[in-house]
């Protein structure tokens, strides 16, 4: 007897008779939607019955699928989680093996990231990446050139900063400036501490509320990389390059400006005529240093010999600052010299780390910042005003090394960390044979101090001490009044490797006393002396030694390049006020953006780095676009 043909449900006969009515092959479309919507069911349960009813109307597992479906791309994405086949795919959706080989490049076009292994596929968590660059020809000689920087936005946030990145965009227009670099974090992603804080949820959201509020203006364009926190949780978590998923669905809305770039780092070289030079942004990771500078500097001398950028953007620790004063002085072959009066490439004098000794360098660059946060450090020897994270010479169990104040601390021994003030110079030309009358020219003593050679310097301090010198109990002292002579002897001291401590002024007249020390380092404790903290603009050189020579308030000592190994850092603040996550961590949100102008020289290198920072402290946007004020008023 033969067997008879199950009876089909009133839901597989109304499906048939929907594909019957709008004659369709395919099973996409509206059609998904109308059968979800006419018998009240999901819509993958009626893409399941569509399958089916096209199963049995064509006599054929064949069902036709959109690569583009976002319902097919979701149902294989959960299939190749684990190691799998093209094949087992195909035969458990009921197509073919080239409708799911179709879906799988069209994911990985969209940024999800695809392993292949001869016949298998799985859903990756890290791409193979090497940093992605563009070159920029020429027109960076010659003249400045500004570039607008944007980090940290966090969009999606309820703490996020729209009226900063827009004001930052308008900005940017408003001085022409046509390239904003973004170092990462552009999204605040999603991860169990933050999901209560956020606007907008799950990848296609974030995605769409990003290119919903990310500035567009005329002419710019926003060249950005992933963090491998905040977007990089989504391709930790879910196998999808964000960035280049955004910047897909941004062109495919008409958004050209957004440029993705590559997972965590890209360089943009900058070409003269002669020689180029490199801007790396790199989105950094891990905790938040104490010293706002010290992850940035470790990153900085972390780079091997061929791959030292000139110029790093970095992401990720919303703060950074170290200078000294503008009245502080820098040696020149020429005498003491201001910020001002200096010219690239001169000679000045610096410390060599490996030989203990002071060499003549070349001055590089000349990096002028305003308005940073200047720590006055004062104790009966040694004064100094510099920003928080200034690097200083040090020198702990007989290893000399670059550090600020901050950073130094006795071992577990007591063994100290010193600051190193002085160290011997090498010798000078000599002076030439002299009339009596020449020594009178009191104004070019400091000049002539610089030609001398280590013999003619010490018969000059002994003259003068015999003179000017004095004793008390194990204190020597020379006192002399203000002018040429002073710095003449307070000079040719240092050069020799005497410690000069600060000068001061004797009661009731104007000749300045200076203490002679026998030891040519600093007690670390100087550290602890924080006398004041005011605002200025500063500055700091670049140098080939990554050390200079300074002169600050009558004071002479060695101190620490302004960028480690001649790299300079930028970290570009946030657009993100303090979450709570944030104050539990005691993590700083320096809100702002930042607008970088530099200059090369022909051969390439720059020659000029300044950063100028935008910050923002008003809270009143969050008040009124939250109603918060108007509740209040209201008694709410």
Known sequence: MAKEKPQLSEQMQEVIRLIRLHNRNGSSGVLREEVAEGLDISVWKARKLITQAETILAGTPKVGIDPSDPLFRSEVARRIKKQTTIVKIAGAMHSTEEEVSAVIDDMEERGYIILRRGNTVQLGKSVEHSPTGIVF???????????????????????????????????FARRGINTVLCPGNYIDGECRFNTHELLAHGIADQCQYAIDHWPSRPGIKTYFVDGDDHEGWFQQREGIEFGRYLMLEAQAQGRDDLVYMGYMEADFELKAPNGSAVIKVIHAGGGSSYAYSYASQKLAESFQGGEKPAVCIIGHYHKMEYCVSLDSEILTKNGWKKHNELTLKEEILGYNLETGLSEWTTLDSINVFPEKQLNYYSNAKFAVNCTPDHKWVWEQDGERFLASMSEVHPKWDNNRPMLIQTARAPDGPGLPQLKYQDLLEKETLVQQVIKMTSAERQAFLVGLMV??????????????NGGPVNDAFTLAAFLEGWAMGKPYIIQDSQTLRTGIFQKPHRDHRIRDALVKTTTETVWCPTTGLGTWVMRQNGQITITGNCFPRNVHCLQAGTMQDQTRFMRKRKLAAHVGFCIVTLQQDIGGSVTRFSPEFFPFWDRGYYLKRDGITERLQNGE
């Open 137 to 171: 020809e020429n027109h960076f000689h010659d003249k400045p050139i500004s570039f607008g920087v944007v980090a940290d936005m966090h969009l999606c946030s309820k703490a996020e900063r729209l009226d900063v990145l827009n004001a930052a965009y308008d900005e």
């Open 467 to 480: 003179g000017e010198g004095s004793r008390a109990n194990s204190t020597i002292s020379f006192a002399q």
